[in-house]
């Protein structure tokens, strides 16, 4: 089970991008420069489930802080990030049997979440 902020999330995936700033530059006397301005932070993105209202909430509310949160996840504390997005959709599941601590009865939802490393 992995958490952001303490909030419960299921992970099914995590991906991550790297990259540079660089602009190719056309001067007048013809040729092309490419100028390097540095790089953009890591942005890491977990696909996973929430189960509950109350969790998606909790999550959904990091990405209005611009603060950073500790992502925990099976092999320990994987660092503090910031909650860059959040999509997510609500699933047809009749009963959930993912979390046995909730009604069977709560809302799946499956999401996206963007981090970036601070």
């Not at 929430?50 to 925990?72: H, N």
Request: proline share 3%; hydrophobic share 35%.
């Amino acid at each position: 089970m992995w958490t952001l902020n303490g909030t419960r999330i299921i992970a099914t995936q995590k991906d991550a991008d790297h990259s540079n700033i660089i602009a190719s530059l056309n001067p007048l006397g013809g040729g092309t420069v490419n100028q390097h301005y540095g790089y953009e932070d890591e942005i890491v993105r977990i696909a996973c489930v929430i189960v509950g209202d109350d969790d998606l909430a909790a999550i959904t509310a990091l990405a209005k802080t611009a603060l950073s949160y500790t992502l925990s996840g099976a092999e320990g504390e994987v660092g503090d990030f910031m909650v860059r997005k959040v999509s997510y959709t609500r699933k047809p599941i009749w009963r959930q049997t993912l979390r046995s601590d909730l009604s069977p009865y709560s809302p799946v939802y499956t999401c996206e979440i963007e981090l970036l490393e601070e």
